[in-house]
Nanobody
Framework: QVQLVESGGGLVQAGGSLRLSCAAS????????MGWFRQAPGMNRQFVAG????????YIDDSVKGRVTVSRDIGKNTIYLQMNSLKPEDTAVYYC??????????????????WGQGTQVTVSS
């Protein structure tokens, strides 16, 4: 069992930055591939970024590429989503996800075992 707790969301003006954190507790953090998803009102949940359990070759969705980086700190059992040059269309609830799989593609295919509760990001124009 893994518990995921996101933090770092908030209200920011367009062009600003936020860093989201997802702290994991419970099972061994190192076996999990982790990802970030977001869901805007009335929209489906969308993949944003992911990092495999190896920590190598993070995957960033094209919609945010160039503005977002994802990283993980094994010692802190935490992953981060650094978002820069934020746009109003980035407004959504951001969710952390985890699965005991080897690559991010498996998260994209829905093989997710755990979700966090989400953190709201609101970007004003």
């Amino acid at each position: 069992q893994v518990q995921l707790v996101e933090s770092g969301g908030g209200l920011v003006q367009a062009g600003g930055s936020l860093r989201l954190s997802c702290a994991a507790s419970g099972d061994s953090f190192g076996v999990y591939t982790m990802g970030w998803f977001r869901q805007a009102p009335g929209m489906n949940r969308q993949f944003v970024a992911g990092i495999p359990r190896s920590g190598v070759t993070a995957y960033i969705d094209d919609s945010v590429k160039g503005r977002v980086t994802v990283s993980r700190d094994i010692g802190k059992n935490t992953i981060y989503l650094q978002m820069n040059s934020l746009k109003p269309e980035d407004t959504a609830v951001y969710y952390c996800a985890a699965a005991a799989v080897s690559d991010v593609g498996q998260l994209l295919r829905g093989e997710i075992e755990y979700w966090g509760q989400g953190t709201q990001v609101t970007v004003s124009s």
